[in-house]
């Protein structure tokens, strides 16, 4: 389906470019209007393909790209310095460029039309709001095969409509306070694959999320909805209730085996402090 611009008009594919004007705006014919394809790519009416291509070189690259409504580059090598050119009616964004972060939109102009951005299989280390505040509308974020850290406190406070976040084979460690707070409703969020050990108990303030895919049982625990599926098992606890009075147990138990430890050390030295003593005697 094609989405018209500026209005929820929703129009069959077969119908844009057809040379009958479907959409208020006409935008369904005048994205096909003096459309040429960029070298090295194939187009197919308001969409265009560019995998696996070296595009670094080519003049005016983004320029020539944002009149294609569905665009992917993926696992192709672009300026990525420039990638927030990428202009407004972009819905599908497929980078795979060793980009180091997401591109913000500080410079970007107006807010971007992005519906699904695709950035695996790169080197972005940290995301925060400042990534995603000029997408409010976009539905699917992937950032599978990164080196992501840490997810920033509200980074999608900007995008209430995301549905899908995919953040699998990452390595992440900590998820702030409020990390996913200002989506509505998020129908799947998948962090397998991370080396959790820190999480705020407010990750995921506000939010509805049907699906959670984790190993981590004790990030299920932290989302309240009955009626949303968490894959991650108790290893032990039956429970998240459970879990948590275990957690104080672990505690207890940890403190007063440190105490032993020390109280044995300190033993073990007077016992052979008192046995030296006593040989240095008979001697």
């Known amino acids: 389906m094609f989405k018209c611009r500026y209005i929820s008009i929703c129009i069959q594919s077969e119908n844009v470019c057809d040379g ?8 369904d014919e005048i994205i096909c209007e003096n459309i040429g394809c960029v070298d090295q790519c194939t187009c197919l009416n ?40 990428l202009s407004f009616v972009v819905t599908f964004l497929s980078c795979h460029d060793h980009l180091k972060q997401p591109f913000s939109c500080d410079s970007a102009g107006p807010d971007l039309d992005i519906k699904l951005l695709n950035l695996s299989f790169n080197e972005i280390v ?28 509200y980074t999608f406070k ?17 998820l702030s306070q409020y990390s996913f707070s200002g989506i509505k ?9 991370n080396d959790i050990i820190l999480v705020s108990g407010k990750i995921f303030a506000g939010v509805m999320v049907k699906l959670i895919l984790t190993i981590n049982f004790h990030i299920c625990c932290l989302h309240s909805d ?32 440190f105490v032993v430890t020390i109280f044995n050390i300190i033993s073990g030295t007077k016992i052979i402090t008192q046995w030296y003593q006593s040989q240095k005697l008979k001697n």
């Open 226 to 257: 009955i009626n949303s599926i968490c894959t991650a098992k108790p290893m032990w606890p039956s429970s998240c209730e459970a879990l948590l009075s275990t957690v104080g147990l672990k505690v207890v138990s940890w403190v007063v085996g």
């Open 46 to 85: 308001y969409g265009i393909s560019c995998t696996k291509q070296d595009l670094s070189k080519i003049h005016n690259l983004f320029s020539q790209l944002t009149h294609f409504v569905f665009i992917d580059i993926s696992r192709s090598r672009i300026p990525s310095n420039k990638i927030n050119q």
């Open 20 to 27: 009958t004007t479907d959409c208020p705006m006409r935008d």
């Open 126 to 153: 940290e995301i925060n709001n400042n990534h995603f505040k000029c997408q409010p509308e976009i539905k699917h974020v992937i950032l599978e095969h990164n080196k992501i850290r840490k997810i920033a406190e």
């Open 185 to 193: 409703k998020l129908h799947c969020i998948n962090l397998l694959e």
């Open 158 to 174: 900007h995008s209430p409509e995301l549905m899908s976040l995919y953040l699998q084979k990452n390595e992440i460690t900590f």
